[in-house]
């Protein structure tokens, strides 16, 4: 887990093309300037690219086109699973954690839905290599009931990644004799999640929220000022995409 996740941070944005830009400006100081000139241009336009809003937003927003907003809840769905996205320390509200902004926005769409359609909610999410006291799941169930007023009928607690909160929730439901649910996630985050609910053994229904702002492309000069926004946008969508990439070969080395 540790050596896939600094390879990660190695590659993609931003420190990928930091250190390609770093390469070839230590080439060119060692004289060996053709190579050092072709690293840095390469680098350089790799950072501009990962970084400004009129390309990372066209490419994030093609990437979640593959999964639109939900239009209705299909008669069939059986329950509403929602993956975690992440806690972090709450010193406002005394001595404990609290979710994300990123996990806000997936609870909040959750108890949304299950307001209209009735249907049971699960939270998926564990604690993370660092010990936290409270899981994801324990967190979302939170505010669930103390800001929504619902409750959440099964909490998955063990799981540490998009993988495992497929192999969880699928544990906790098939038993029940339920597999068609409706995912709540990040738009970009949805086509790895919908690959490894299915392949869990899930039937899931797309649910996606927190879609990227297209605005910036059509904001004329400023859609191509490199922006801080743009570059966390390209680097979630990258680990995205490497990630399907990764459980597909994972899946197909065991055979499955």
């Known amino acids: 887990m540790w050596s896939r996740t600094l390879l990660e941070l190695l590659f993609l944005p931003p420190?990928?093309?930091?250190?390609?830009?770093?390469?070839?400006?230590?080439?060119?100081?060692?004289?060996?300037?053709?190579?050092?000139m072709a690293l840095t241009a390469t680098g350089f336009a790799l950072v501009y690219a990962c970084s400004t809003p009129a390309i990372v937003y066209p490419l994030a927003s093609a990437w979640e086109a593959r999964n639109p907003p939900l239009q209705a809840v299909p008669a069939s769905a059986q329950a509403i699973v929602v993956i975690g996205g992440g806690s972090r320390p709450a010193p406002a509200y005394g001595d404990g954690d609290t979710v994300t902004l990123l996990t806000l926005q997936r609870v909040r769409y959750a108890a949304w839905l299950a307001r209209r359609s009735h249907l049971p909610i699960l939270v998926s999410g564990g604690r993370d290599w660092f010990g936290e006291r409270y899981s994801e799941a324990q967190l979302m169930a939170q505010v669930l009931s103390d800001e929504f007023?619902?409750?959440?009928h099964w909490e998955d607690t063990r799981s540490r990644s998009t993988w495992g909160n497929a192999r969880e929730s699928a544990k906790i439901l098939k038993p029940l004799g339920i597999t068609r649910v409706l995912l709540v996630t990040q738009a970009w985050h949805m086509p790895r999640a919908l690959w490894a609910f299915r392949h869990a053994g899930l039937d899931p229904v797309p649910?996606?929220?927190?879609?990227?702002?297209r605005g910036w492309a059509q904001r004329g000069i400023l859609g191509w000022i490199p922006q801080t926004r743009a570059l966390t946008t390209m680097a979630e969508v990258m680990h995205?995409?490497?990630?399907l990439f990764w459980y597909r070969l994972r899946a197909w080395r065991a055979g499955g």
């Open 15 to 36: 420190a990928g093309p930091l250190l390609l830009l770093g390469a070839g400006l230590l080439l060119w100081a060692m004289h060996r300037r053709h190579a050092g």
């Open 149 to 152: 007023h619902l409750a959440a």
């Open 207 to 213: 649910a996606p929220v927190g879609f990227v702002n």
């Open 240 to 243: 995205e995409v490497v990630g």
